[in-house]
């Protein structure tokens, strides 16, 4: 009996020990789902105040494109749930059934102790089953095993009880696993059916731009325009932060004399051992990434080169300093409204399309401190971020966190 209880056990331990790993992936999916869900909102409302104003159909199609990825992820993290329920369910069954099996045998063993305990249920039967023992020491075996038969009836009933409530237990667990999956399964076909109509509506914007490609070509030459500007601009603040041999000269067009300061290597070294750990300056869906794009429409037409990334996020969003620095300074920009460059010993973030500023030239901010406010512009409430490297521009997604 303690060699067949012994498999069971370690059955039910080989089964058991996925359970811990199965809950932190789900607790990990949703937590990405949840993530993916506000998204879709932030997107949601943007798009939404984007046609209210009549925005330009690109900017609309970069959301709804934005909406669409975040939407096939959702998905997609909805399936990976749903093969982790299925999984787990099996696993679960296997346990049930094994805790089942052992119910059986236990209640087998016990019916036998019962029938033995019939059979010698008279007094006098059991005082003559002692007495006609062959010697003493078969006489005191008999007795040790009819004292400890009721014991051993107890012990039983008490593990059969135990079982039972173990079964039931694992039981409800199974049922409500099921439930959830069902949950998920429902949910993954209302996510199918948004997805299908946010598709829909990019087709027709598609259709729109195509009937409209001279006010487009006038719309991407003002947004070029823009884009260069800030460039300049940008390229112009890090020049003036990092040489050092102009140091006590005059800055053009100004008679007074400008002392910088020095470079702090130490900081830039702490802020490039945190590359891929730094903190985002805000939360919110990425709609549009470092580097050239091509038009969607028009292939073969190049976008304005993103020397950083575009956050969409909701109107008056707190945006946040990724690293200890120094603010160098606070500009404003044709499109991109106020901004803030912060200087972390030869590297740059920069925080632009901001509505108000928390900060002033000179200050030290550390990571995590409230730089300003993201601002709306033309129904789109956007944060344009970047990073540099001494003067050369960086892709963010590759030094913020996953």
């Not at 993530?35 to 959301?63: C, H, P, Y």
């Not at 603010?327 to 010993?345: A, E, S, T």
Request: overall charge positive; hydrophobic content about 35%; proline content about 3%.
């Amino acid at each position: 009996m303690r060699r067949v209880t012994g498999i069971f056990i370690l059955i039910l331990a080989a089964l058991a020990w996925q359970c811990p790993a199965f809950s932190q992936d789900i607790k990990s999916q949703e937590a990405r789902k949840a993530r993916l869900q506000k998204e879709i909102a932030i997107l949601d409302r943007q798009i939404k105040s984007n046609a209210a104003k009549s925005a330009n159909a690109l900017s609309r199609l970069t959301l709804i494109s934005g909406k669409v990825d975040s939407r096939k992820r959702l998905i997609a993290e909805s399936d990976r749930e749903i093969s982790e329920y299925a999984d787990s369910i099996r696993v679960k069954e296997k346990q049930i059934k094994a805790i089942g099996d052992r119910l059986d045998t236990l209640s087998a063993h016990y019916a036998r102790l019962v029938r033995g305990a019939y059979v010698n249920r008279s007094a006098k039967v059991w005082y003559m089953y002692i007495l006609a023992s062959d010697n003493i020491g078969q006489a005191f075996r008999r007795y040790g095993y009819l004292r400890n038969l009721s014991a051993q009836m107890n012990v039983q009933a008490s593990k059969i009880i135990e079982t039972k409530a173990e079964l039931e237990k694992e039981s409800e667990a199974l049922s409500t696993m099921k439930k959830k999956a069902e949950a998920v399964r429902t949910q993954r076909m209302t996510e199918m059916s948004k997805l299908q109509a946010e598709e829909r509506d990019s087709r027709n914007l598609v259709s729109q731009l195509k009937r409209n490609k001279k006010k487009y070509q006038q719309d991407l030459s003002r947004k070029q325009r823009e884009v260069d500007a800030l460039n300049r601009e940008i390229e112009r603040l890090i020049r003036e932060a990092t040489e050092d041999k102009d140091s006590g000269k005059s800055r053009k067009g100004s008679s007074k004399t400008v002392k910088r300061q020095p470079v702090d290597y130490t900081l830039a070294k702490k802020f490039e051992t945190n590359k891929g750990k730094l903190p985002w300056p805000a939360e919110g869906p990425v709609v549009d990434h470092f580097g050239q794009r091509f038009h969607p429409v028009y292939t073969n037409l190049k976008l304005p080169f993103n020397n950083g990334v575009t956050i969409a996020l909701p109107p008056g969003t707190e945006v946040k300093a990724v690293f200890d620095g120094e603010v160098k300074q606070i500009v404003v920009m044709p499109g991109y409204n106020k901004c803030v460059l912060v200087q972390h010993g030869n590297y740059f973030s920069f925080y632009c399309k901001l509505g108000t500023v928390s900060v002033k030239s000179g200050d030290k901010v550390k990571t995590g401190q409230t730089v300003g406010t993201v601002d709306t512009i033309g129904g789109e409430t956007l944060l344009h971020f970047q990073i540099w490297s001494g003067r050369s521009p960086q892709d963010p997604e590759k030094w913020l966190r996953p």
